[in-house]
């Protein structure tokens, strides 16, 4: 039988390898947070991994789908009540949420946002798409400043909800093409229809110019999210600026990169490449000591 500490250390290893393997844009500002805390923000992000991969699992019905996502909330559930789950990364995952106090309505709202997700295949309007990203993102920035630690400014987690928001409104923009393939589009279907588009004329770029204005349009709405929580940062604990100036910085490059060019959205998937990431990550390092611009 193993100790119960060597079981917690198991638990964080693992859902620090989820992250390396996984967190393709996250990995590179995550590592820059310290200890405890860089471990906490694995055992959060690895919890959301297994939310999403039961929301996506290939090859299963959408009600045994459901069924595994109220399962999954109920582990949850137990996890906030004290109870000890015998997985290692769950018992991580619980460990985080005691240390920090963390609450547990921003994860009821992530597993709200999956459950959604189960039945997506066209957005209405721009109220629906911001609700989804206040479910699957800004649930997750108020998460992150609990774990960072701020100063208490009012106006902290109002800023973490926009940061998130910018985020998901990126990735929305960037994955058109794959989230089409899997029979889905977050766009609002209004503003398409506004733009004298719909999705196939998108995906296809039949109208060049009309495809362009309509994908600037989108990018502004995200860039609005960007300008809003660009104070966030200097309110969070010293330690942890890197962390999040650094995944701010990758996010809003991949942004800007799609402004520039929007027809990439259905040519490629527009990233970063690992160096450039991590010239980011190097970055961040001089920014929390006041030195980056």
Same mark, same amino acid.
């Given at each position: +039988?193993?100790?119960?500490?060597?079981?917690? /250390?198991?638990?964080?290893?693992?859902?620090?390898?989820?992250?390396?393997?996984?967190?393709?844009?996250?990995?590179?500002?995550?590592?820059?947070?310290?200890?405890?805390? &860089?471990?906490?923000?694995?055992?959060?992000?690895?919890?959301?991994?297994?939310?999403?991969?039961?929301?996506?699992?290939?090859?299963?019905?959408?009600?045994?789908?459901?069924?595994?996502?109220?399962?999954?909330?109920?582990?949850?559930?137990?996890?906030?009540?004290?109870?000890?789950?015998?997985?290692?990364?769950?018992?991580?995952?619980?460990?985080?949420?005691?240390?920090?106090?963390?609450?547990?309505?921003?994860?009821?709202?992530?597993?709200?946002?999956?459950?959604?997700?189960?039945?997506?295949?066209?957005?209405?309007? &721009?109220?629906?798409?911001?609700?989804?990203?206040?479910?699957?993102?800004?649930?997750?920035?108020?998460?992150?400043? %609990?774990?960072?630690?701020?100063?208490?400014?009012?106006?902290?987690?109002?800023?973490?909800?926009? %940061?998130?928001?910018?985020?998901?409104?990126?990735?929305?923009?960037?994955?058109? &093409?794959?989230?089409?393939?899997? +029979?889905?589009?977050?766009?609002?279907?209004?503003?398409?229809?506004?733009?004298?588009?719909?999705?196939?004329?998108?995906?296809?770029? &039949?109208?060049a110019a009309r495809c362009d204005d309509f994908v600037r349009g989108q990018v502004a709405h995200a860039e609005a999210y960007f300008r809003a929580s660009a104070g966030l940062d200097a309110h969070l604990s010293e330690e942890c600026r890197a962390t999040s100036w650094a995944m701010t910085r990758i996010y809003h490059?991949?942004? %800007?990169?799609?402004?520039?060019?929007?027809?990439?959205?259905? %040519?490629?998937?527009?990233?970063?490449?690992?160096?450039?990431?991590? /010239?980011?990550?190097?970055?961040?390092?001089?920014?929390?000591?006041?030195? /980056?611009?």
């Amino acid at each position: +039988m193993t100790s119960p500490d060597l079981d917690l /250390a198991r638990g964080y290893d693992a859902c620090g390898r989820i992250v390396k393997s996984r967190a393709r844009n996250f990995w590179y500002g995550l590592r820059l947070t310290p200890e405890p805390k &860089r471990s906490a923000l694995y055992a959060i992000y690895a919890w959301m991994r297994e939310a999403d991969d039961i929301a996506d699992e290939e090859g299963a019905t959408l009600d045994v789908r459901r069924l595994d996502l109220d399962a999954f909330r109920v582990r949850t559930h137990r996890i906030f009540l004290g109870e000890t789950d015998p997985d290692p990364r769950w018992r991580a995952f619980g460990d985080t949420v005691q240390r920090y106090a963390l609450p547990r309505a921003p994860f009821d709202a992530m597993i709200d946002g999956q459950d959604a997700d189960l039945d997506w295949t066209t957005c209405a309007d &721009r109220p629906v798409l911001e609700r989804f990203c206040w479910q699957v993102a800004s649930t997750v920035g108020l998460i992150c400043v %609990r774990i960072w630690g701020h100063d208490g400014d009012p106006d902290v987690e109002r800023m973490a909800v926009d %940061r998130g928001k910018a985020f998901q409104l990126t990735n929305v923009i960037r994955d058109l &093409r794959e989230d089409h393939g899997r +029979m889905r589009t977050y766009l609002p279907a209004d503003e398409l229809e506004a733009a004298g588009l719909d999705l196939d004329a998108l995906i296809s770029w &039949r109208d060049a110019a009309r495809c362009d204005d309509f994908v600037r349009g989108q990018v502004a709405h995200a860039e609005a999210y960007f300008r809003a929580s660009a104070g966030l940062d200097a309110h969070l604990s010293e330690e942890c600026r890197a962390t999040s100036w650094a995944m701010t910085r990758i996010y809003h490059e991949l942004l %800007r990169r799609i402004e520039r060019d929007p027809s990439r959205i259905v %040519r490629e998937r527009v990233g970063l490449g690992s160096i450039r990431k991590m /010239a980011i990550a190097w970055r961040a390092r001089r920014y929390a000591r006041g030195v /980056a611009s």
